[in-house]
């Protein structure tokens, strides 16, 4: 088990074996307690901006939520978890974007200002949990 503390928002990751989801709670003074799984596979880089932009978004509408890291090692796996591409991020259970058909193990491309991206921005988180909280 390995056990990591970060100093910004409180961070414990817990690392079971090589199916296992990495768990991280951020405490910060707000009301909602939401579940956000960023799903993700090693050779993609860009599920760790994906991850500064949940910290950020929860930041700054001063929520909390159970963070779960979910590294998708293969294409079965991929298929049992309805992986959307890498990252992905679920918020209680929804893709950001509301995708939910079949899977895709590949790299995953976002709309940020009009512009492709490969990782969801700060305002589009945002603009979802702000929808989860009306």
């Known amino acids: 088990m390995k056990i ?3 100093s910004l928002l409180v ?3 817990l690392t079971f074996g090589s199916d296992a989801a990495q768990k991280t709670n951020q405490s910060a003074k707000g009301k909602a307690k939401m579940k956000i ?3 993700y596979f090693d050779s993609c880089p860009s599920y760790k901006q994906a991850l500064t932009n ?3 978004a929860l930041k700054e509408k001063k929520l909390q939520a159970e963070l779960i890291l979910i590294n998708v ?3 079965e796996k991929a298929q049992k978890v309805g992986f ?3 990252p992905s991020v679920r918020i209680n259970g ?3 974007e509301g995708r939910d058909q079949g899977f895709s193990f590949s790299c995953r ?3 940020v200002n009009g512009k492709p991206s490969t990782a969801p921005g700060k305002e589009a988180i945002i603009a979802k949990l702000e929808s989860l909280m009306h």
Do not use: H, M, R, W
């Open 54 to 56: 949940i910290k950020a």
């Open 84 to 86: 959307q591409g890498s």
């Open 4 to 6: 990591l503390i970060c």
């Open 94 to 96: 929804k893709d950001i």
């Open 37 to 39: 799984e960023l799903l």
């Open 11 to 13: 961070c414990v990751f």
């Open 109 to 111: 491309l976002y709309n």
């Open 73 to 75: 090692q293969s294409e």
